[in-house]
Structure formats: structure tokens, C-alpha cells
């Protein structure tokens, strides 16, 4: 939606989804009932105010024609994209980028998953995913993140190096000494 692009403050908000029921589309609120902000970046704000100078060129072109429904990406004619025609245009891109055919949804996915290899934070990826629970993320990403197993800290104990010295100690009437390199000495 057009008023919920913020160019200025560099965000987008994501207030509203469309459904395409049997007989029309209908705007409903998205699946979380909260929406989502995303930053924007630098390179997205240019490409969007450009879009923008298009879309509002497109606009005079059409001039009666035009139905504002006030969306970022909408049809020639200002209406919604329906997911068919959406489909089409985006299957036609990828045979002519010699990309392999991907569902339009599978660029979510995508989105995801490069950013949690990249060790970005999950909390930010299930809020610019709009999950609800940050739950749903771990539960379908988990696999994408670096494994936990083995990346605990070591115990000064066990670390064959560093600041730790041998001392002594008592155990009850047994001296024990807990050394660096080497086995445990019972004395």
C-alpha cells in the first residue's frame, strides 16, 4: 500500500494482505492480525521512489481507467495483481534470467534461510517474516542455523591452554592436584 511506504524514514508497513476468494480478491488483515514494519535500505529506497516516478507516469497515461487502491505493486490500472498473473509474469522471468522455476512463494523461504546462514538474528527474520511466535521460525529454519552441539565455552579445566595454573586442593584427607596438560595426581 501506497500511504503505508514511508521513503523518508526508510520503512514499509505491511498492513493488509490480499485473498483471492472464489469471485473476487478481498483485503484481510495478515495472519499474525498485527502487520509488520520493515527497514528498508538504501539501494530499496532509490528503486522504490523510481518505481514510484513510473507508477505515477502510468497513472496520468491512463488517466480514468486508473482505480487507486493505494498498492506499491498494483496492475496497469491501478488494481490488484492476482495471483495467477502474478505467477505467470514471475515464471516468465525466471525462463528468461535461465533461472530454474520456483514458486513465488519459495522467494520467503529464500529470504529466510540466507539470512539465518548469515547470522542474522532469528527474532529479526520471524518479525520480517510476520510469524507470530518466533517458535513457528526455529521450527521450520532450525536447520539452516549453525549447529549447537559443540559450541558450548570450554572450562578452564579442559582448555589445554590459557591463564588457568594447577593448584592444589583438599578433598577430604587426599590432596588432589588438577593440572593444565596431564592426568589428575593423587597424592
Known amino acids: 500500500m501506497a500511504e503505508r511506504l514511508a521513503l523518508e524514514s526508510g520503512s514499509l508497513q505491511v ?27 538504501r539501494r ?30 498494483p496492475s496497469d490500472i491501478g488494481t490488484p495483481l492476482l495471483g495467477g498473473n502474478l505467477n505467470r509474469a514471475f515464471k516468465a522471468m525466471l525462463w528468461r534470467a535461465g533461472l530454474p522455476a520456483v514458486r513465488f512463494h519459495d522467494l520467503h523461504h529464500t529470504c529466510a534461510t540466507l539470512l539465518l546462514r ?3 538474528n532469528p527474532k529479526y527474520v520471524q518479525e520480517l517474516l510476520g510469524h507470530a511466535d518466533i517458535s513457528l521460525t526455529l521450527n521450520v529454519y532450525s536447520h539452516v542455523l549453525p549447529p549447537t552441539w559443540g559450541t558450548q565455552p570450554r ?4 582448555q589445554p591452554w590459557g591463564s588457568y595454573r594447577p593448584r592444589w586442593c583438599r578433598s577430604g ?15
Not at 498492513?15 to 499474525?32: C, D, I, N, W
Not at 572450562?155 to 579442559?158: A, G, L, S, V
Not at 588438577?178 to 592426568?183: A, D, L, N, T
Request: net charge positive.
Open 15 to 41: 498492513r493488509r494482505t490480499l485473498s483471492e476468494p472464489k469471485g473476487g480478491y478481498v483485503f484481510e488483515a495478515p495472519k499474525s492480525g498485527k502487520g509488520c514494519n520493515v527497514r528498508l535500505t
Open 44 to 73: 530499496a529506497k532509490a528503486v522504490l521512489r523510481e518505481h514510484r516516478m513510473r507508477q505515477l507516469e502510468e497513472r496520468m497515461e491512463h488517466g480514468a481507467l486508473w482505480q487507486d487502491y493505494g498498492l506499491v505493486f
Open 118 to 120: 548469515q547470522g542474522i
Open 155 to 158: 572450562m578452564p579445566w579442559t
Open 173 to 187: 584427607v587426599k590432596r588432589v592436584l588438577v593440572q593444565y596438560r596431564g592426568p589428575i595426581v593423587l597424592s
